[in-house]
């Protein structure tokens, strides 16, 4: 496992009294699988938009924070919680009709076959769910995913996260596939060979005697290294795992809620229809809001044998914030901005990349881009320590990223849906300036 842009306990010594006191405090209280970011963890009182503030007061331009997607603290958003909660907070065995008003507006962005909508709290019960159904449907317990996937932290969504390192785990039975990766690969046809690999762990599925349940995937494949092009590529991929009975689940809580600004979920790019839809992180701009699309077939059918029950999930208050995202997502006409500002952020990349040879392919997806970075200009050489570097340099800057990718060399960036062309201008600078003068040499 490779532990990408996480603090080092050994470096303690170099970090002022009082962030060395609260680090030890930390650890001592909540042990040491939480982990910080930054070689200097930043200790973080207050947002506002697109910006951070730090407890010694300086601010940051935060591209990384995907879960409020709309900005720190949206007024609009604060006020639709701080009514309901004074009005009502409760779960969904009674009848209340915001609930329902905001499962038929979800449900109207999705495709028409995905008709009906389960609540959670967070994208790995999401997740979770979504596996018990699809192996409940099929009866089986193999399932696909890619080679540095990252789908949830319970004890089924982990075993299908390979980024997180080796999960003990009895099911599911998880078979990966290669990224579907185009830099490096010349005339690669990207859908065709993500295809292949998937026909190759059937092959290893049904030689092991495993029966197939689910091709769970994010659209984006932003742990792998941030992937979307072709739009369209998925398709081939799709149709082999359907062949084989498995139960299609596209994992959203990262490119969906329009983070690709060209629609408003990630699988939409490449006009397929999963079996399952997946949500959470921006779909309540911090507040714990989750939750699946499906088929109705697969959901009544689970039903008539599993009673399910999620106390906090679909509760009022979350009701009321998730309809006030979708309004603000609408109102401030979010996808719009995110294709524009995303276009631009794409092509300053671009053009940096003119005079830095050590960013070897820029991604960019809406407001979602991976900057692979590289030594020399050479795909096979990846900058993995350079990279760490340039993650840190950015928060020296005032700008906060972070990294993926197996080879730990693509910087993720991610930023509020409300990011203007002058916080590009900024983010670029302070690029530009780290790529200059920081120590490449790995």
Same mark, same amino acid.
């Given at each position: 496992?490779?532990?990408?842009?996480?603090?080092?306990?050994?470096?303690?010594?170099?970090?002022?009294?009082?962030?060395?006191?609260?680090?030890?405090?930390?650890?001592?209280?909540?042990?040491?699988?939480?982990?910080?970011?930054?070689?200097?963890?930043?200790?973080?009182?207050? #947002?506002?938009?697109?910006?951070?503030?730090?407890?010694?007061?300086?601010?940051y331009? @935060?591209?990384?924070?995907?879960?409020?997607?709309?900005?720190?603290?949206?007024?609009?958003?604060?006020?639709?919680?701080?009514?309901?909660?004074?009005?009502?907070?409760?779960?969904?065995?009674?009848?209340?009709?915001?609930?329902?008003?905001?499962?038929?507006?979800l449900?109207?962005?999705?495709?028409?076959?995905?008709?009906?909508?389960?609540?959670?709290?967070?994208?790995?019960?999401?997740?979770?769910?979504?596996?018990r159904?699809?192996?409940?449907?099929?009866?089986?317990? #193999?399932?696909?995913?890619?080679?540095?996937?990252?789908?949830?932290?319970?004890?089924?969504?982990?075993?299908?996260?390979?980024?997180?390192?080796?999960?003990a785990?009895?099911?599911?039975? !998880?078979?990966?596939?290669?990224?579907?990766?185009?830099?490096?690969?010349?005339?690669?046809?990207?859908?065709?060979?993500?295809?292949?690999?998937?026909?190759?762990?059937?092959?290893?599925?049904?030689?092991?005697?495993v029966?197939?349940?689910?091709?769970?995937?994010?659209?984006?494949?932003?742990?792998?290294g941030?992937?979307?092009?072709?739009?369209?590529?998925?398709?081939?991929?799709?149709?082999?795992?359907?062949?084989? #009975?498995? !139960?299609?689940?596209?994992?959203?809580?990262?490119?969906?809620?329009g983070?690709?600004?060209?629609?408003?979920?990630?699988?939409?790019?490449?006009?397929?229809?999963? @079996?399952?839809?997946?949500?959470?992180?921006?779909m309540?701009?911090?507040?714990?809001?989750?939750?699946?699309?499906?088929?109705?077939?697969?959901?009544?059918?689970?039903?008539?044998?599993?009673?399910?029950?999620?106390?906090?999930?679909?509760?009022?208050?979350?009701?009321?914030?998730?309809?006030?995202?979708?309004?603000?997502?609408?109102?401030?006409?979010?996808?719009?901005?995110?294709?524009?500002?995303?276009?631009?952020?794409?092509?300053?990349?671009?053009?940096?990349?003119?005079?830095?040879?050590?960013? #070897?392919?820029?991604?960019?997806?809406?407001?979602?881009?991976?900057?692979?970075? !590289?030594?020399?200009? @050479?795909?096979?050489?990846?900058?993995?320590?350079?990279?760490?570097?340039?993650?840190?340099g950015?928060?020296?800057?005032g !700008?906060?990223?972070?990294?993926?990718?197996?080879?730990?060399?693509?910087?993720?960036?991610?930023?509020?849906?409300?990011?203007?062309?002058?916080?590009?201008?900024?983010?670029?600078?302070?690029?530009?300036?780290?790529?200059?003068?920081?120590?490449?040499?790995d």
């Open positions: 496992m490779k532990t990408i842009n996480a603090f080092d306990p050994a470096a303690m010594g170099d970090l002022p009294a009082r962030r060395q006191a609260l680090i030890r405090r930390r650890e001592a209280l909540l042990g040491p699988a939480y982990r910080l970011f930054y070689q200097d963890p930043v200790e973080l009182v207050r #947002g506002e938009g697109v910006w951070v503030w730090d407890a010694e007061g300086k601010r331009l @935060d591209a990384y924070n995907n879960v409020v997607s709309l900005g720190h603290c949206h007024p609009q958003v604060l006020q639709a919680l701080q009514t309901q909660a004074a009005l009502l907070n409760t779960h969904t065995r009674y009848l209340n009709e915001t609930l329902l008003d905001y499962a038929e507006r449900l109207a962005t999705h495709h028409a076959s995905l008709n009906r909508i389960m609540f959670t709290c967070t994208g790995s019960e999401a997740n979770d769910l979504a596996l159904l699809a192996q409940f449907h099929t009866g089986g317990t #193999g399932v696909i995913v890619t080679e540095w996937a990252y789908h949830g932290v319970t004890q089924t969504t982990s075993a299908c996260s390979p980024s997180l390192g080796n999960i785990s009895g099911l599911p039975q !998880v078979y990966t596939v290669p990224a579907p990766r185009a830099y490096g690969v010349p005339g690669a046809d990207v859908g065709a060979a993500f295809a292949a690999g998937v026909d190759v762990a059937l092959a290893r599925m049904q030689a092991d005697g029966r197939p349940a689910a091709f769970l995937f994010d659209s984006l494949f932003t742990s792998d941030v992937y979307g092009a072709p739009a369209g590529f998925l398709a081939a991929a799709v149709a082999r795992a359907r062949a084989a #009975g498995m !139960v299609v689940i596209a994992d959203e809580v990262q490119p969906g809620f983070r690709t600004g060209t629609h408003m979920w990630g699988y939409q790019r490449h006009a397929i229809a999963p @079996d399952i839809v997946t949500l959470g992180k921006p309540g701009n911090g507040h714990p809001l989750a939750g699946l699309c499906a088929r109705h077939d697969l959901l009544d059918a689970f039903a008539r044998e599993t009673r399910y029950f999620n106390t906090f999930g679909g509760n009022t208050v979350s009701a009321a914030v998730g309809m006030a995202v979708l309004d603000v997502l609408e109102g401030e006409h979010l996808l719009q901005n995110a294709q524009a500002q995303g276009q631009y952020f794409g092509q300053c990349l671009q053009a940096l990349a003119q005079r830095h040879d050590c960013i #070897g392919d820029v991604r960019q997806f809406g407001l979602f881009l991976g900057v692979e970075l !590289v030594q020399g200009g @050479d795909p096979s050489r990846p900058a993995a320590g350079f990279t760490t570097r340039v993650v840190n950015m928060k020296a800057r !700008v906060l990223i972070s990294a993926c990718s197996p080879r730990a060399n693509v910087l993720k960036i991610r930023p509020p849906l409300v990011l203007q062309r002058e916080h590009v201008d900024f983010f670029i600078d302070a690029l530009d300036d780290c790529l200059t003068h920081l120590p490449q040499a």
